[in-house]
């Protein structure tokens, strides 16, 4: 119902459009938010684009162009004269205007240069220095700064003066030669006693800071871990650039745990929304994994052929390899998940390694335990009882529930200790997870299962 | 490196309580923040522990036991004097106390209420009315509230006399009756032009709000996209209850991903750390899953067990059925792991189901086909030319390479439309994931590598 609400929206600005009622259409406008504006935008036909997008009043549409898709923004900037180019510039936030020079073709980005106030230039110029994913390329250089001699009253008339262009007023950041000395709220200001006392003197002195090259993901959970609204950051010098914002962490909060999950499923990371993705694009980032992975279980195929003999003089043991291979894969994946999530959320360091292996030995122990008494009793009730298959006796449900809890066993260990180690190699733990263990733990259960088979059953 | 340091912290403060240096004790930890405070206690004796708490100013005392670990506070709460206990309460925000209610005991419970001032008890009772997950419980009572009559100035008075309580001051609300009006930040009243002004004229009309039944997940998307410190909670007659603020949804949307990567990767959602977790904890969480698909395998075992013949008639079959299975349990969790990110971040609807499958499945004859060609290359080169396997001959490469490209494309759409399937049916699509797709996918896969093997081999 939701999806047919929205339809309509963009339906009814196209009619209103058509039949030129500019007035109804700002009014409805005016009374939205930027981010639902947006979705507008970005259903309308694209010729249109332009038209709505120019109803807009000036600061509206500068927020609304911020939470549009890179697409729909290269085609409105195609479409500005250098004048309106210029106006949508002067209201952004100079993080939000980094962001969108990078996704921009060369051409554009020239334009937007151009374009942009000399003081923006500098400062855009100034962030797109620092790498991608670093806490320098994430912030803003737009914060209130206060003196440590300033009053109370001092400041608040500062912040009146120069907070409209701040992302946000509500934490200032007391610095003196650019060094980074304290911070005060505008909460401490307005609750303070009195106008007269001195920011020095009421300012947090022990203000924790983040360095311009610290990675986002670690920037982000500290903004979470701290609640705070926005942490300062600062250069190898300790002098203050700029400040990480709240809304900026809770987004690099979300991308990072899609990229784990997508890394986990087996798929290189991607940018785009899977709906603005192309089959060629979700290809591109399936098939490395598929292909490796395929390689890989060539292994797999080898000991099987390697036991050919045997399973040529006990056909019967090929029909439980699918049930060990999945079982073994699936506690591996369990383990391995559990971790990298543990190591992500910093819940966990690699010096914990052998404390998680014991704890994974134990859970493994009363996992495997369960599991082949179950399957046991599945294996005589089913398939020796109810299907009456003569080849099916005691001795190959014992071999399989042995296999069994064994692999449970393997497959618990190598879930854990591989993202561990993978950590400690300096590699994404996430690379670790299911399909890349499932590979393994396959070869090691038809390892152990064929042993077993071989040993028990005199073949 | 890291862990290191904090080991020796909680050393460093067990040696200076057994030296009672009470004072430097107290001079370090005013320096540091709640959460690292935490850390300390968690790591410390706990028969230090209550001394050691006691050493904290009220305030940061409050906001350390916020942050603590349940038993931790529970052993703490034990420890108290009714007069420490209403002193640490006075302290704290009503939501924070209302997690902490909801993770003791009946017995402390009842002495939290009764040491909690009648306004907190009030109040606290409240938020537990409302079910568990809801923005109802995730809320705070405690904001500021305007009226529309009053000028810029009088609001900043009332905020300055009554903020110190608010979890948030920097977004207020107007309301009549308890009815919200609209809401104005303290950036808007600092930088209003004019004292005199009254807050109907310059606040803001249109306030997106929810509902105390709204799913927690929903709010704190709504805070991520609109980029809101917080956001007002209204009940069903449109009478304003409280807020929810950033810092607990970016919380929750952290435990939402957890919880969808735990339940991806086969496990029922736990609330406990890793670290805090039994191997008894992990077993429970784990084992249902590992029985339910160790049982389903049943299906693919009786697939094989019929094939029997044509198995013991080309034993070399049996050595690219792991291949097969695994390739086909990667391809399927690809597609269930991307559907199911998107649906979790709303980029996905149901009504989208139809494109998705079709985008699944181009996708899948891409990837299908790229893997047959290659794997039909590495058999013919590996299997046939360098291992010198008279049983791999060509045609058994195309039987395996058909197999494999038909299961792709299966594993793709099955794993792209069951997680749609149980979103529209009320499930949770993360259930969806992996392990379940692994079994119905061999199954197919299986199916159809016997099919084309009859077939094209004519056993």
Same mark, same amino acid.
């Given at each position: ?172 950041? %007391?610095?003196? #030669?650019?060094?980074?000395? !304290?911070? &005060? *709220?505008?909460? @401490? ?6 106008? /007269? ?36 950051? %600062?250069?190898? #010098?300790?002098?203050?650039? !700029?400040? &990480? *914002?709240?809304? @900026? ?6 991308? /990072? ?203």
């Amino acid at each position: 119902m939701a999806e047919h609400k929205k339809f309509s929206m963009a339906d009814t600005m196209t009619r209103l459009l058509d039949e030129k009622k500019y007035r109804s259409i700002r009014d409805v406008l005016v009374t939205m938010n930027p981010s639902d504006i947006a979705v507008i935008m970005e259903e309308i036909e694209e010729e249109r684009l332009p038209l709505l997008f120019r109803l807009l009043p000036k600061e509206q549409a500068a927020e609304t162009f911020v939470e549009m898709d890179p697409e729909l923004q290269e085609l409105l900037i195609q479409g500005f004269s250098d004048t309106e180019l210029k106006e949508v510039l002067d209201e952004l936030y100079v993080d939000d205007a980094v962001d969108i020079v990078e996704e921009m073709p060369a051409n554009v980005v020239k334009r937007i240069l151009a374009a942009a106030a000399p003081e923006m230039r500098r400062e855009i110029n100034e962030i797109l220095r620092y790498p991608e994913n670093s806490a320098g390329s994430l912030m803003t250089t737009e914060y209130v700064s206060l003196r440590p001699n300033m009053t109370v009253g001092e400041a608040i008339l500062r912040i009146r003066r120069t907070g409209v262009d701040k992302e946000t007023i509500y934490t200032c950041y %007391v610095t003196k #030669d650019r060094m980074l000395l !304290g911070l &005060v *709220t505008v909460k @401490d200001l307005l609750l303070a006693p009195d106008d /007269e006392m001195l920011i020095e003197d009421i300012m947090e002195k022990n203000v924790i800071s983040v360095n311009t090259l610290t990675d986002q993901e670690e920037v982000a959970r500290m903004l979470s871990k701290y609640n705070f609204l926005a942490v300062p950051v %600062v250069d190898n #010098d300790g002098r203050m650039v !700029g400040i &990480v *914002t709240f809304d @900026d962490a809770m987004d690099v909060l979300e991308e /990072e745990a899609t990229e784990d999950i997508e890394i986990m499923g087996g798929m290189t990371p991607s940018e785009k929304t899977y709906l603005r993705s192309t089959p060629i694009d979700l290809f591109l980032h399936r098939i490395p994994w598929l292909l490796l992975l395929m390689v890989s279980a060539t292994f797999t195929g080898m000991i099987i052929s390697h036991f050919e003999d045997a399973l040529a003089a006990q056909v019967v043991l090929t029909a439980f390899i699918p049930m060990l291979m999945d079982t073994g894969g699936n506690s591996g994946s369990q383990s391995s998940v559990t971790i990298i999530r543990a190591l992500s959320l910093n819940e966990l360091s690699i010096g914990d390694i052998w404390s998680v292996i014991w704890k994974e030995i134990r859970t493994a122990v009363l996992c495997g335990a369960v599991l082949a008494v179950a399957c046991f009793g599945k294996i005589m009730l089913v398939d020796h009882l109810l299907m009456n298959n003569p080849a099916v006796t005691w001795v190959i449900a014992l071999v399989v529930c042995l296999a069994l809890a064994i692999t449970v066993l393997v497959a618990k260990v190598i879930g854990c200790s591989l993202p561990m180690l993978a950590k400690r190699l300096g590699f994404d733990p996430a690379v670790m997870a299911s399909p890349f263990i499932t590979t393994l733990v396959d070869a090691c259960s038809l390892l152990v299962y064929f042993r077993i088979a071989t040993l028990l059953l005199h073949i």
